[in-house]
């Protein structure tokens, strides 16, 4: 039902979720207030529940409690643990280096996804060479994971936001180039606290 703050359950009331990330990195933090805000519009309540560092990983998405409630559907484990895990996917030039991250049975696949479809055309689609073909088939991959148009089990994640890194470096005034891939200290350009001046 809808109402004045949004919409709520008739029984359950308002939707709370936790989401979590590595404490301490200012760009993720941004990034949970503005969820909030605009999940507020709609009713939902969003609870920060930061850990400092990567603790927050095995203290939430990967404690041995919230992997066996995804892999039992909730029916062992602590399903409570975690709602939403905010991470990025780092990946290198390749642009289909986190899809082994969601074949089944991987230990990196916290969200227990399964699919016997998605599990063969991983290999398809890193074996084309052709940049416009392969770009397709990611695409498509992408779907199995982001909608439900490719069965009931999909959805398992939500794509916030698109980091790029830019990497400057001018030869006459830098004798080295900072790299900085994951961006900790936000912004696109964070790498250039790790430049090397002449």
Not at 115 to 137: G, H, I, Q, S, W
Not at 138 to 156: A, F, I, Q, S
Not at 184 to 198: C, I, Q, R, W
Request: hydrophobic residues 40%; aromatic residues 10%; proline residues 6%.
């Amino acid at each position: 039902m809808l109402g004045g703050g949004g919409y709520t359950h008739p029984d359950r009331g308002r939707l709370s979720l936790r989401v979590g990330t590595t404490g301490g990195n200012e760009l993720r933090e941004a990034q949970q207030e503005i969820l909030a805000e605009q999940l507020a519009i709609a009713g939902v309540e969003i609870v920060v529940d930061n850990v400092d560092g990567d603790e927050y990983f095995l203290a939430q998405p990967f404690a041995t409690e919230a992997l066996l409630a995804s892999v039992t559907k909730g029916a062992q484990g602590d399903p409570g643990l975690w709602d939403i895990a905010q991470f990025a996917c780092a990946g290198g030039p390749w642009p289909g280096a986190n899809s082994d991250n969601y074949l089944s049975g991987r230990s990196s696949n916290p969200y227990a996804f399964a699919n016997v479809d998605f599990d063969a055309k991983v290999p398809t689609c890193d074996a084309m060479l052709d940049n416009v073909e392969r770009a397709a088939c990611y695409n498509d991959l992408d779907r199995y994971l982001t909608t439900l148009e490719k069965g009931p089990d999909g959805l398992v994640v939500i794509p916030i936001t698109q980091k790029p890194s830019f990497y400057g470096y001018a030869s006459s005034v830098l004798s080295g180039a900072g790299i900085a891939s994951d961006a900790d200290a936000a912004g696109p350009l964070a790498n250039v606290v790790d430049f090397s001046f002449k």
